[in-house]
């Protein structure tokens, strides 16, 4: 079993950045894949990065690559999202995922899901 709880949200300028970070419960998190999915209101969950167990395989979604940066401590059980040159339509609560199965970009791949966090881009 593993319990992730996301932070770091919070309210930022166009243009700004946030980091957000996923702390994971469990002895087996460094063995499972990650991935950062969000959901803005009135619209479907999407996803938005994921990495391997060893950060050997990362993804992104074509709308925050160069932009966004994901990596894990898997001695601290935590997996980042670095967010730079944020947009109004990053706005959205912003949720951690696991798998212990094979990485990927689909939500219904993950297992284990944190209670989110919110994310608002606005001036």
């Known amino acids: 079993q593993v319990q992730l709880v996301e932070s770091g949200g919070g309210l930022v300028q166009p243009g700004g950045s946030l980091r957000l970070s996923c702390a994971a419960s469990?002895?087996?998190?460094?063995?499972?894949?990650t991935g950062w999915f969000r959901q803005a209101p009135g619209k479907e969950r999407e996803f938005v990065a994921a990495?391997?167990?060893?950060?050997?395989?990362?993804y992104y979604t074509d709308s925050v690559k160069g932009r966004f940066t994901i990596s894990r401590d898997n001695a601290k059980n935590t997996v980042y999202l670095q967010m730079n040159s944020l947009k109004p339509e990053d706005t959205a609560v912003y949720y951690c995922a696991a798998t212990g199965r094979y990485i990927g970009t689909l939500a219904g791949g993950y297992d284990y899901w944190g209670q989110g966090t919110q994310v608002t881009v606005s001036s």
């Open positions: 469990g002895r087996t998190f460094s063995s499972y894949a």
């Open positions: 990495i391997s167990w060893n950060a050997g395989i990362i």
